[in-house]
Every structure is written in C-alpha cells, then in structure tokens.
DNA sequence: CTCCCGATAT
DNA sequence: ATATCAGGAG
C-alpha cells in the first residue's frame, strides 16, 4: 500500500477509537501474560470468562504454583488446548521465581525464554504492560494485512517486519490494536462486513459484500 | 510440518 | 458439520 494510503488508513481506525486496549482482562503484569498466554486460538471472551475466578485468587506465580497443575487445570478446562497451557503456565511461574524475584522481565527476549510465551505473546506483553512500539501479529493481523494489502507477507513474521518498517510514528504504539479490533469486528476471517468498514476504499479486497439487510 | 483442543458462529 | 478463535513447542 502507498505512504498515503497507509497513514490515511490509521487516521480512520484511530478516529474511530482514540485510544484502543486489549480486550484481556488482567490487574498485573504477571497476570496479563497468563492471560496472552492462555488466548492462543481461543476467543477473548472465553480466557476472561475462565480467568475471572482464576485471578481473584491467584495474582502472583507463587501463588499459581501453589494452586497447582490440576488446581489451574480445572479454571481452564473450558479454555481450548486447555492441558498444554497449563503446563505451560506453571513452568513459566517456576521459572519466573527462579531466575527473575517473580518479576515479569521488561524484555522481549528474556519474555521469550518464558514456557508458552513466543515472539507474538512477548510483543503483546511489552506494548501493553511497557508502552513499546511492538506489532504482535496474531491471525487477525495477519489476515488484515494480507486482505486489504496494507502489510502482506508470507509469514507472521513478514508482516511483523513490514509493520515495523512503513508505520508512520504517530501511530506505532497503538497501530497493532487497531488492526486486531478491525480484523475482530469488521474485518472477520468468515463474513467481513465491507459495508460498514471505514477503509474499504484504501483496501485492495475489492468484494463487495451486500448491505446488512440482504447479506445472510 | 504436526499436535494441542473447547466454545461459538456460520 | 466445519471454520475460527490475540500461538507455541517438538
């Protein structure tokens, strides 16, 4: 997409919602990336539905240690890949008390030698809890970008780097909620809603999809 | 590349 | 019935 296109396409999302977050529920640095963690292909809405309870209880790794593999298992179940993040979960709170106080580490790659935390989770982590101008590429952005043409690339990593490189400044902080929100609303794997959406004119998916009234 | 895996939308 | 959901590890 060109230089002019890209920055229009960012004031428009930005208009609409001045000051995006993640829609993760989370009250501390640690819990927040139990909470990424736990959000690998799975919606939003069901890690906050099974973390609710969860973080009332647990809100350090000590604590999540001590709540146990079959103890966090049964707060998770409903989750999807439920037994994997689990184990994951408490191997990362492990290794959180051993090698850092039980501080989480303001550091993409020292996040990265966390159990279940990857590059994308570490990005999550250092933009919403650090305010870094980092562009975690999930499958909403991955898809936005490759759709519309406004970052294509092959892989996750492709996107992320051409993220990196044509984002206009204003815009780095917040640019990778923006598009994950546009991608979860507007801009859906199955049924994008191009008649509502604000950059459908900049987006080279030229489909049309019929107004709302006639489209199912 | 495969496996992990429940809830929800279509 | 099947695709999709804030991926990561082996």
Same mark, same amino acid.
């Given at each position: 997409m060109k230089k002019d296109d890209i920055f229009e396409f960012y004031a428009r999302l930005a208009a609409d919602n001045p000051a995006p977050e993640t829609e993760l529920n989370y009250g501390n640095v640690y819990q927040l990336v139990v909470a990424v963690a736990l959000s690998a292909q799975?919606?939003? =809405?069901?890690?906050? *539905?099974?973390?609710?309870? /969860?973080?009332?209880?647990? *809100?350090?790794?000590?604590?999540?240690?001590? /709540? %146990? +593999? $079959?103890?966090?298992?049964? @707060?998770?179940?409903? &989750?999807? #890949?439920?037994?994997?993040?689990?184990?994951?979960?408490?191997?990362?709170?492990?290794? /959180? =008390?051993? $090698?850092?106080?039980?501080?989480?580490?303001?550091?993409?790659?020292? #996040?990265? *030698?966390?159990?279940?935390? %990857?590059?994308?989770?570490?990005?999550?982590?250092?933009n919403c809890a650090f305010g870094a101008e980092t562009f975690a590429v999930d499958t909403h952005i991955f898809r936005v970008g490759n759709r519309t043409g406004l970052a294509p690339g092959k892989t996750v990593l492709a996107v992320e780097k051409k993220l990196e490189k044509q984002t206009p400044s204003p815009f780095r902080v @917040?640019? @990778?909620?923006?598009? &994950? +929100? @546009?991608?979860?609303? &507007?801009?859906?794997?199955?049924?994008?809603?191009?008649?509502?959406?604000?950059?459908? $004119? #900049?987006?080279?998916? *030229?489909?049309?999809?019929?107004?709302p009234a006639s489209a199912d």
């Open positions: 799975s919606t939003d =809405i069901g890690v906050n *539905k099974a973390t609710r309870l /969860l973080f009332e209880q647990v *809100k350090t790794p000590q604590q999540m240690v001590d /709540l %146990g +593999l $079959d103890g966090l298992k049964e @707060h998770i179940k409903t &989750i999807g #890949l439920y037994n994997n993040k689990a184990k994951n979960v408490i191997a990362l709170s492990e290794l /959180l =008390i051993a $090698d850092y106080g039980g501080e989480v580490p303001a550091n993409r790659d020292e #996040l990265t *030698k966390l159990p279940g935390v %990857g590059r994308k989770t570490a990005n999550v982590v250092m @917040h640019a @990778h909620h923006w598009l &994950i +929100l @546009h991608g979860r609303y &507007i801009c859906k794997a199955r049924k994008p809603e191009c008649w509502r959406c604000p950059v459908a $004119d #900049l987006c080279r998916f *030229k489909k049309k999809t019929p107004a």
